[in-house]
């Protein structure tokens, strides 16, 4: 597509519930990022895909986070068992990766998450 | 690690006028990007600028323009003639690149620009 593509753009969760939140990225970008935004933060980094490589989930808050990304394309990032601290804006970037490593970052929408 | 930070919660300005965004970050890499990102109410992050480390020139795009202090590590954006449509969230960003990987962003914490009419 045109640019990355978040989806929902707004989910309202129980507590304890878990979400998926979808991440269409631009055709043709071989990394994918999701990044969590609290309020009034910046963006804090979760998780990176890069190609066929093992992805970085060095940024995971906890082990009820876990992302896939299937076909080198389309990402879902779930969150098992909300809770009220993962309320925050869930955002998507893809990008090109060359030679001296990745350019061009472009990000999606977000979703907007709200835990009650 | 990388770090950035951004010591200016908020910022205000008079619109036509300049206001300057102050950033400054550490990495031990010598090769890394810079970026300002703009986030409006609509949540997307918008590229305002990029400077490439190895470049000593300044990024200049439009009414926007940067002050890379390499030495210093200090990476300032300014906006001249601000405009209403410039009142956001700016985010100074980080990215080094370590053999080649997709390294992702590091990013500061943010200042809310207003554009006072």
């Known amino acids: 597509g045109a640019g990355v593509s978040q989806s929902p753009s707004n989910k309202v969760t129980e507590k304890g519930k878990d979400v998926e939140l979808r991440c269409d990225p631009i055709?043709?970008?071989?990394?994918l990022y999701w990044y969590r935004q609290s309020l009034g933060q910046g963006l804090e980094f979760l998780i990176y895909f890069q190609g066929n490589s093992a992805p970085d989930k060095s940024g995971l808050p906890s082990d009820r986070f876990s992302a896939e990304r299937t076909g080198g394309s389309v990402s879902t990032l779930t969150i098992q068992r909300t809770q009220q601290e993962d309320s925050a804006v869930y955002l998507c970037?893809?990008?090109?990766?060359?030679?001296?490593?990745?350019?061009?970052?472009?990000f999606g929408s977000g979703t907007r998450l709200t835990v009650v | 690690a990388q770090t950035v930070t951004q010591s200016q919660p908020e910022m205000s300005v008079q619109e036509a006028e300049t206001v300057t965004l102050s950033c400054t970050y550490d990495?031990?890499?010598?090769?890394?990007?810079l970026f300002w990102y703009k986030q409006p109410p609509s949540r997307q992050m918008i590229l305002v600028i990029r400077q490439e480390a190895y470049k000593q020139q300044n990024a200049t795009e439009n009414r926007f323009s940067v002050n890379f202090q390499k030495a210093a590590k200090s990476f300032s954006l300014k906006i001249s003639d601000s405009q209403l449509g410039d009142a956001a969230m700016y985010f100074c960003a980080l990215a080094v690149f370590s053999g080649g990987g997709a390294d992702g962003l590091t990013f500061g914490k943010g200042t809310h620009l207003i554009i006072q009419p």
């Open positions: 055709s043709g970008h071989t990394a």
């Open positions: 990495t031990s890499e010598s090769d890394y990007y």
């Open positions: 970037a893809s990008s090109l990766v060359g030679f001296r490593g990745a350019y061009g970052y472009t």
